[in-house]
């Protein structure tokens, strides 16, 4: 089993910076892409940002310029620094990860539990 614990979400007003952090862990071979998504109360769940092991990030047109992901191959973290933040990016924010467990043996997508970011205006 592979879990994805996420940390770092909570209250910011608008036009500041938060940081959510998301980390790995059980019984990991390799980890393809992570990424996260992020659900807005009566909204779908909706991609944020992904990155891939060799470093390349994509990001929602909404986040673009504002929003950084980063990850930690060695120790199997992802992280997303979220700056100029608007209510709109008021969501629970999703760690994702597409996980080999063993070699050969084909990838997984593992979620994590989410944690809640709330930008007042």
Request: charged share 15%; glycine share 14%; proline share 2%.
């Amino acid at each position: 089993q592979v879990q994805l614990v996420e940390s770092g979400g909570g209250l910011v007003q608008a036009g500041g910076s938060l940081r959510v952090s998301c980390a790995a862990s059980g019984r990991i071979f390799s980890i393809n892409v992570m990424g996260w998504y992020r659900q807005a109360p009566g909204k779908q769940r909706e991609l944020v940002a992904v990155i891939t092991s060799g470093g390349r990030g994509n990001y929602a047109d909404s986040v673009l310029g504002r929003f950084t992901i980063s990850r930690d191959n060695a120790k199997n973290t992802v992280a997303l620094q979220m700056n100029s933040l608007k209510p709109e990016d008021t969501a629970v924010y999703y760690c994702n990860a597409v996980v080999a467990t063993m070699p050969g043996r084909g990838y997984l997508e593992v979620w994590g539990q989410g944690t809640l970011v709330t930008v007042s205006s």
